[in-house]
């Protein structure tokens, strides 16, 4: 290659690109392979087509530098390695794809015009930081390899615009790789990419921060360690004692995770209490799950000083995306505060590959079926076997197939489902939009309501005052918004013309003098055709029915009742509902619950959670269902007052096999290790279940609330009384 294209700096560089590509690949790719690339970049180079990029950077240097690191980092491929390389001669015109295919052959050429057709919307002034854009380049990329190879690329434009001389170039950089790129490389598995993307675009956007983060983290991997090794030691052993199946994992925060958590608990450095952290999997049962995990937390907080205030129980109330977890703050030696998360397997799998739990923890939004599909291509990037581009190649990659992503004029992202029209997209941006719509202009070209759009069309609408929503417009539309607007439209259009046609009714009979009764009107209509009232002032405000044939038909339904009468109509109060539960001792006064009493509707009240063991008290619902209370349930005392009538007599047949929900109240002394003892004795007394624990302190004394799930009073009783006899606790009660 003629080396007068580069700077010094850029030949000693090429050189060990080249050596070191060449001792990577010389397995994958024959040397007849990496003679035609060479030849064609020096060629194109000599001729003056691979000018430096709008950051100065050269092509050759930086494509080299992009598919070492993919061989460093994800596979050596000689696919994926040729496409990178050539990328830069077929986007400046210089080889055509035609010329690919004859040099390199199908699977290179589709890789380049990935690379080709994502380059284009760049040229779309979109905002890259919208959560679509992301589900638009990879409709457009086609085949994953691209977007892996755009991952490389940018962390290799991110390691050399450190202190360069255009600012808003570097932050516009770092802030496409931290929101777009980074959150890709996270869905990939390729984890060690994702972690320095991100933090080198809060190197690009916040030096100062990470500057004083990175000095503070000085300390040795060694020594890091070590102390991890010295604080997972007294774990380990009381883990086997206990006779736990488990994995412990140690590690310590990147600089940019640290910093998300110091904006978010608003503290320095300092503050941070989860610097370190440490994972405990549990192999459990999966009915022990829970149980296990609290075992193992009264293990951690027996041999640790825990942070109360910094408890996070997501096993018994799950986050909103399936993530549930154990996580408390301890204290190590050297006053070192260390998060621990406790979970089992299954927990784990879901956090870490079911449905994206885990990047949807972190903050990353994402649906389950890009989920689904991102998390087979990590599992095979993970298993590093030699085939493993070839399987990735092979793997359905139309991801988004059932949905078109359209730019407005301003370069926002809107996501409609396949099929959708101009006036799906104009209902999307607002329904006085769609409501006034008459067309769209689309990449210059004025086009009808009933566009099917495409992706990556740029799409503006069209409207006009006068125009209004139509019956027919249900045809070109597939979005539920879009449908439900029309509707609602052409039905309050409909009704304004039902009211006119009432008030012309109505004028017409003053005139006559005669009243008007809207019964005899219902019967009226009937006999004329009309299903409903507003069908038939409808009817009568489009002309379709003459007035004057409706005031005969009217006098004439008059006459019919004045001659046979009218049927008696029935008071509502006087229709009784009889309902009966019968047992063999009281056939009239009693109902009897349980799990052995078939064809009786009936559901606990929440608002009082009956236990087996209870004296408890029916009450019939709206809906017929019988509602359980407490006896002395306070909603039972308002109900009883105002309908006495649909109380009934409850007693419970036998003990139901299924726990209930209970909530105590306990109050006692401030005291370390006092909610691990609380937390053992309801672990060590049998057929009862932790369910959730929330505890305030307030200066030397505490008030927590516990829903236990447990299955009669009497256990109830003697939970209450052995946790009365705990060192500390003052005071335990049931939550009426």
């Known amino acids: 290659m003629e080396m007068t294209y580069f700077t010094a700096d850029e030949r000693r560089l090429m050189l060990r690109l080249t050596r070191e590509l060449i001792g990577r690949l010389r397995h994958v790719m024959t040397h007849d392979d990496m003679r035609r690339v060479w030849d064609t970049l020096s060629v194109a180079a000599a001729g003056g087509h691979l000018d430096r990029d709008m950051g100065g950077f050269n092509p050759i240097v930086r494509q080299a530098s992009t598919a070492l690191l993919l061989c460093q980092n994800v596979v050596a491929?000689?696919?994926?390695?040729?496409?990178?390389?050539?990328?830069?001669?077929?986007?400046?015109?210089?080889?055509?794809?035609?010329q690919v295919n004859e040099q390199w052959g199908d699977d290179v050429t589709q890789l380049v015009h990935g690379l080709m057709e994502v380059s284009r919307l760049y040229g779309r002034q979109a905002a890259v930081v919208d959560q679509n854009f992301q589900k638009l380049l990879l409709s457009f990329a086609h085949d994953i390899r691209?977007?892996?190879?755009?991952?490389?690329?940018?962390?290799?434009?991110?390691?050399?615009?450190?202190?360069?001389?255009?600012?808003?170039?570097?932050?516009?950089?770092?802030?496409?790789?931290?929101?777009?790129?980074?959150?890709?490389?996270?869905?990939?598995?390729?984890?060690?990419?994702?972690?320095?993307?991100?933090?080198?675009?809060?190197?690009?956007?916040?030096?100062?921060?990470?500057?004083?983060?990175?000095?503070?983290?000085?300390?040795?991997?060694?020594?890091?360690?070590?102390?991890?090794?010295?604080?997972?030691?007294?774990?380990?052993?009381?883990?086997?004692?206990?006779?736990?199946r488990y994995e412990m994992k140690g590690r310590t925060k990147s600089i940019n995770s640290i910093w998300n958590k110091m904006k978010k608990q608003g503290v320095d450095l300092n503050g941070i209490y989860d610097l370190f952290a440490i994972r405990i999997i549990l192999d459990s049962e999966p009915d022990q799950e829970k149980k296990d995990c609290w075992v193992a937390y009264s293990i951690v907080t027996d041999i640790y000083k825990a942070n109360i205030a910094r408890l996070r129980d997501w096993i018994t109330m799950p986050k909103s995306n399936g993530y549930e977890s154990l996580h408390i703050t301890v204290q190590g030696k050297e006053d070192k505060w260390v998060e621990v998360q406790i979970r089992t397997r299954r927990m784990d799998e879901v956090a870490e590959r079911g449905l994206a739990a885990h990047w949807k923890y972190k903050g990353i939004k994402s649906e389950a079926g890009l989920d689904v599909w991102m998390n087979s291509v990590r599992e095979v990037l993970e298993a590093g076997s030699d085939g493993q581009m070839e399987m990735i190649r092979n793997m359905h990659t139309n991801l988004y197939d059932t949905e078109v992503f359209v730019f407005t004029p301003r370069g926002d992202l809107i996501q409609l489902p396949l099929g959708a029209s101009v006036l799906d997209f104009a209902y999307a941006v607002h329904t006085n939009v769609g409501r006034h719509c008459v067309g769209a202009r689309i990449d210059g070209k004025n086009q009808r309501l009933n566009y099917k759009l495409r992706n990556g069309d740029t799409v503006e609408v069209l409207t006009a005052s006068t125009q209004t929503p139509k019956q027919d417009w249900l045809n070109y539309v597939v979005t539920s918004k879009a449908r439900n607007k029309i509707r609602q439209a052409v039905n309050e259009a409909r009704q304004h013309r039902a009211e006119m046609g009432k008030e012309l009714l109505q004028r017409r009979f003053k005139n006559r003098k005669i009243d008007l009764d809207e019964a005899t009107i219902s019967r009226m209509l009937k006999r004329m055709g009309f299903?409903?009232?507003?069908?038939?002032?409808?009817?009568?405000?489009?002309?379709?029915?003459?007035?004057?044939?409706v005031i005969g038909h009217y006098e004439a339904q008059l006459q019919r009742q004045e001659e046979g009468g009218a049927a008696p109509q029935g008071a509502a109060q006087n229709f009784v509902l009889h309902q009966r539960a019968e047992t063999s001792d009281n056939p009239d006064d009693i109902l009897v619950i349980g799990d052995n009493v078939k064809g009786i509707n009936y559901r606990l009240s929440r608002c009082c959670n009956?236990?087996?063991?209870?004296?408890?008290?029916?009450?019939?619902?709206?809906?017929?269902?019988?509602?359980?209370?407490?006896?002395?349930?306070?909603?039972?005392?308002?109900?009883?007052?105002?309908?006495?009538y649909r109380i009934i007599r409850t007693a419970w047949s036998g003990k139901i096999g299924a726990q209930f929900a209970a909530t105590l109240r306990v109050v006692g002394k401030d005291d370390i290790g006092i909610v691990s003892n609380i937390t053992s004795v309801i672990n060590k007394l049998g057929d009862t279940q932790l369910r959730s624990i929330s505890i305030q302190s307030n200066g030397a004394t505490f008030e927590g609330f516990l829903v236990i799930g447990i299955s009669s009073t009497a256990l109830l009783d003697e939970l209450i009384q052995k946790l009365q006899n705990l060192r500390g606790v003052r005071l335990v009660e049931r939550r009426k």
């Open 77 to 98: 491929d000689r696919n994926l390695t040729i496409a990178t390389m050539i990328y830069p001669v077929c986007h400046t015109r210089f080889m055509t794809m035609k």
């Open 146 to 244: 691209v977007i892996i190879i755009m991952i490389a690329d940018r962390l290799v434009m991110m390691r050399n615009i450190n202190h360069h001389p255009d600012e808003q170039m570097v932050h516009d950089i770092s802030l496409e790789s931290r929101y777009l790129y980074a959150p890709l490389a996270h869905r990939l598995g390729l984890y060690q990419l994702k972690t320095e993307l991100e933090d080198l675009s809060l190197k690009y956007l916040n030096r100062r921060v990470y500057t004083q983060i990175a000095d503070k983290l000085k300390e040795t991997k060694q020594q890091r360690e070590a102390y991890v090794a010295d604080f997972v030691k007294p774990i380990r052993d009381a883990l086997d004692q206990a006779g736990l």
């Open 610 to 644: 009956p236990i087996y063991g209870d004296k408890i008290v029916g009450f019939v619902a709206s809906d017929g269902a019988i509602k359980v209370h407490r006896a002395d349930c306070r909603n039972l005392r308002h109900l009883r007052s105002r309908y006495p």
């Open 531 to 549: 299903k409903t009232l507003t069908d038939f002032y409808v009817a009568l405000h489009d002309e379709q029915i003459d007035i004057n044939d």
